[in-house]
Nanobody, 117 residues
Framework: QVQLVESGGGLVQPGGSLTLSCAAS????????MGWFRQAPGKQREFVAT???????NYADSVKGRFTISRDNAKNTVYLQMNSLKPEDTAVYYC???????????WGQGTQVTVSS
């Protein structure tokens, strides 16, 4: 059974930093592309960043230069380092395996990030 457990969210002031973690289990983590997504109140879930098994990375334009995605295959964990946070980064952040198979439809519970003074 696929499990994705996000953690590391919280309340931070504008300009601050947070690092999110996502512990994955139930599938072969090392060969799968992993992604971070977010959903702000009243908005649709949106793409934030992805990292492939070989380390190729893509970012949404809104986070480029501020966020860094990384992965540790030994720990089955993907990270999102977030710097220079803005109020518009406030959202619930989710990780997901990017794979067309039915098992990859699972989402974790998400972790809340609130950027406010």
């Amino acid at each position: 059974q696929v499990q994705l457990v996000e953690s590391g969210g919280g309340l931070v002031q504008p300009g601050g930093s947070l690092t999110l973690s996502c512990a994955a289990s139930g599938f072969i983590f090392s060969i799968n592309t992993m992604g971070w997504f977010r959903q702000a109140p009243g908005k649709q879930r949106e793409f934030v960043a992805t990292i492939t098994s070989s380390g190729t990375i893509n970012y949404a334009d809104s986070v480029k230069g501020r966020f860094t995605i990384s992965r540790d295959n030994a720990k089955n964990t993907v990270y999102l380092q977030m710097n220079s946070l803005k109020p518009e980064d406030t959202a619930v952040y989710y990780c997901k395996a990017i794979n067309g198979a039915p098992w990859a439809r699972s989402w974790g519970q998400g972790t809340q990030v609130t950027v406010s003074s």
